[in-house]
């Protein structure tokens, strides 16, 4: 029987939750401060008003006193069984994260509401993260892991080989790699193993990243159809207890297999890295506020000193998220930024002086 250990860490700045089944992590979520009164996020209600009914779109976009959200509509600009119109109140669940150049989905819950446009209620799971605490340092550091390999663009195949994950504007990209894997010397056999393999492993990264629409799964070429068929019914086994919902093609004849997957949230990495790939200030600034922790726990009162690239100690200094005071609380008030000229924006050099 497996076993799911849930592993959450309250840091300053955000909260990191990982499910681990029998060890393996297959799902993240994080919770950052910075997103709280300025994202819609997904479960989360509003009073929200209807400022364009868009028909060309089949959609109505509302002030969420956030930003704007979507809603669909018909033909006869119904949502939910609701006609819509501009200037309408109504009050809305956010079903889907808004992206990049993306707005938030919504469902109209009922019409009416008072007052300006601003989020009513959010999804139970966001309250219970608010209320975590920091984890022990050996886990931290085990959750740190989680989230950089799930940043990563490949990811390991049980066994050997790798996954190449791309995900662009038009769909998620998935190769699979044989790489210096290693097994039968029969070329169809090694093939199915290394597919198998794959489809699980392919699975769990969808999940971990929360990677969602169109996903093209380019297979090692395999000739049986038996064979092709059962590495489309692995995936649909891995797909079972997926909560966003996953409907699965069958495998074209050059060993590509097509899903779609629901996304409720955003994409971890639109969430922690830029369109270059490179981290976000934020994050990189959130990295370094552990690093303090971590060093100010061996510095026996001493002060500790992080240097940084210019662009992260303004990002701090701006107090986008209120940091000071949690930071003190957790080691006192013996930390000091340094601006680093010329650093990489990923320098992080924190010592005890």
């Given at each position: 029987m497996s076993v799911v250990e849930t592993w959450t860490d309250a840091a300053v700045g955000e909260t990191r939750q990982v499910l681990v089944r029998d060890g393996v992590p297959f799902?993240?979520?994080?919770?950052?401060?910075?997103?709280?009164?300025?994202?819609?996020?997904?479960?989360?209600?509003?009073?929200?008003?209807?400022?364009?009914?868009?028909?060309?779109?089949?959609?109505?976009?509302?002030?969420?006193?956030?930003?704007?959200?979507?809603?669909?509509?018909?033909?006869?600009?119904?949502?939910?069984?609701?006609?819509?119109?501009?200037?309408?109140?109504?009050?809305?669940?956010?079903?889907?994260?808004?992206?990049?150049?993306?707005?938030?989905?919504?469902?109209?819950?009922?019409?009416?509401?008072?007052?300006?446009?601003?989020?009513?209620?959010?999804?139970?799971?966001?309250?219970?993260?608010?209320?975590?605490?920091?984890?022990?340092?050996?886990?931290?550091?085990?959750?740190?892991?989680?989230?950089?390999a799930a940043l990563s663009r490949t990811a390991p195949i049980p066994g050997g080989g790798h996954l190449t994950i791309e995900p662009t504007m038009a769909l998620v990209a998935v190769d699979v790699d044989a790489g210096a894997r290693s097994g039968s010397s029969n070329a169809e056999r090694f093939a199915a193993e290394l597919n198998l393999a794959a489809a699980g492993a392919a699975m769990r990264e969808l999940r971990l990243r929360n990677l969602g629409g169109i996903v093209a799964i380019d297979f090692v070429s395999q000739r049986d159809r038996a064979a092709r068929?059962?590495?489309?019914?692995?995936?649909?086994?891995?797909?079972?207890?997926?909560?966003?919902?996953?409907?699965?093609?069958?495998?074209?004849?050059?060993?590509?297999?097509?899903?779609?997957?629901g996304r409720l949230r955003a994409a971890l990495h639109e969430r922690m890295l830029e369109q270059d790939s490179r981290p976000t200030p934020e994050t990189v600034a959130l990295r370094a506020l552990r690093a303090l922790e971590r060093e100010a726990r061996t510095a026996r009162g001493r002060e500790v000193v992080a240097r940084l690239a210019p662009e992260v100690v303004d990002w701090l200094m701006r107090e986008s998220i209120d940091w000071r005071p949690a930071l003190q609380a957790r080691i006192g008030p013996r930390w000091r930024l340094v601006p680093e000229p010329g650093a990489g924006r990923e320098h992080i050099d924190v010592e005890a002086v």
């Open positions: 799902a993240l979520h994080v919770s950052r401060w910075s997103d709280r009164g300025r994202r819609a996020l997904w479960g989360e209600t509003y009073c929200a008003r209807v400022r364009t009914i868009d028909r060309r779109r089949r959609g109505a976009f509302v002030d969420l006193g956030v930003g704007e959200g979507f809603i669909r509509i018909d033909a006869h600009s119904r949502a939910s069984g609701i006609a819509l119109v501009e200037g309408q109140s109504i009050s809305a669940r956010v079903v889907r994260e808004g992206g990049r150049d993306k707005a938030p989905v919504l469902q109209v819950l009922e019409v009416g509401g008072d007052g300006a446009p601003r989020r009513l209620g959010r999804h139970e799971s966001d309250d219970a993260l608010d209320a975590a605490s920091a984890a022990a340092p050996e886990l931290r550091e085990c959750i740190d892991e989680v989230v950089e068929d059962a590495v489309v019914a692995a995936l649909k086994a891995a797909a079972t207890e997926d909560p966003w919902g996953v409907t699965i093609a069958p495998m074209s004849r050059f060993g590509v297999v097509e899903l779609s997957r």
